[in-house]
């Protein structure tokens, strides 16, 4: 099991450049979620996904879109990359749904590593 | 969400325990105490939750007071590896209502 997975680690753009970041997870969770952490704060949640197919804006989803058309899969994309949007970006995926022998609590969220992103 | 306070930092020594506490005084009653934890760079990791009761597992102890209003996470044997950030967060824990929201959380620096 690899869990929570993303790439790029490292990434720098040039303002006005676009990218995607994948995450993907093979723990069959049916939820996946993408966060952003500045310097100092807490995580803030931009875009979330409660299943294949669907996707709703989070906190701050201003600049971002996702995309997840695999379970496993969730990207983050930025089409007009910006200063503003250096951070480091979190995947997590959580609630392995019916039938996975396991009682998870619906909110232990597995993280991924991190994507650590410097817009110039 | 019911706000959570925690204090900004705190220090302990290596190998006695480590006691977080987190005030929640407007958790509602289906709302659970969830606490993570986020080493130096890494994706924050899920330590332990609880609704009323003491809850321990092989990280952590959670003692929740019996008005709810506030817990505190004991790490009983802290270790140099148990530096971190401390987040606190309280919750609805059911399937429709699965986000999180992390504060600023508390720095806990673990001294040899």
């Known amino acids: 099991n690899a869990g929570v997975t993303q790439t790029p680690k490292f990434r720098v753009l040039k303002t006005g450049q676009s990218m995607t970041l994948l995450c993907a997870q093979d723990m069959n969770h049916e939820y996946m979620y993408w966060y952003r952490q500045d310097p100092g704060m807490g995580l803030r949640l931009i875009h979330y996904?409660?299943?294949?197919?669907?996707?709703a804006k989070g906190e701050v989803p201003d600049g971002y879109n996702v995309s997840r058309l695999k379970k496993q899969n969730f990207l983050l994309g930025l089409e007009s990359a910006a200063p503003s949007q250096t951070s480091v970006y979190f995947c997590?995926?959580?609630?392995?749904?019916?039938?996975?022998?396991?009682?998870?609590?619906?909110?232990?969220?597995?993280f991924g590593p991190g994507t650590r992103l410097t817009v110039l | 969400d019911a706000k959570t306070t925690q204090p900004p930092s705190m220090d302990c020594a290596e190998g006695r325990a480590a006691n977080l506490p987190c005030n929640h005084s407007t958790i509602s009653g289906n709302e659970y105490v969830y606490w993570y934890r986020q080493i130096h760079s890494q994706g924050p990791q899920y330590i332990i939750h609880g609704l009323k009761n003491n809850e321990t597992n092989e990280m952590a102890s959670l003692i929740i007071t019996e008005d709810r209003k506030s817990s505190t996470l004991i790490l009983p044997h802290a270790t140099l590896r148990d530096t971190a950030v401390y987040y606190c967060?309280?919750?609805?824990?059911?399937?429709?209502?699965?986000?999180?929201?992390f504060g600023a959380g508390t720095t806990v620096t673990v001294r040899a």
């Open positions: 967060i309280v919750r609805v824990g059911v399937k429709d209502d699965y986000k999180l929201s």
């Open positions: 996904s409660v299943g294949e197919g669907t996707t």
């Open positions: 997590a995926s959580s609630y392995p749904g019916l039938g996975s022998g396991r009682g998870y609590p619906y909110n232990e969220q597995f």
